[in-house]
């Protein structure tokens, strides 16, 4: 399952974001999405998850939860059209 982690702080790297969502099983990629012109983060990412039970479970559990002084927000994330 692919799920939206948003709202990140921009000091979030991809390593950190994969270490907390191991916490809930195993993590296939993730990828912080980075402004092309600055380099800096856009304050979200994709995160994707083999066990798409695991991927539930996570999003319950994280979305509206505090990380690194932002409020995240985690749900499954859309194809884009």
């Not at 982690?5 to 993730?30: F, P, T």
Request: glycine share 8%.
């Amino acid at each position: 399952m692919n799920i939206y982690v948003g709202n990140l702080n921009y000091r979030v790297k991809e390593a950190d974001l994969q270490k907390v969502m191991e916490d809930y099983g195993a993590v296939s990629s993730v990828k912080v999405i980075m402004d092309r012109e600055t380099g800096r983060s856009k304050g979200f990412a994709f995160v994707e998850m083999e066990d798409s039970n695991a991927a539930s479970k996570a999003i319950t559990e994280l979305n509206g939860s505090e990380y690194m002084g932002r409020t995240m927000v985690v749900k499954e994330a859309k194809p884009r059209a």
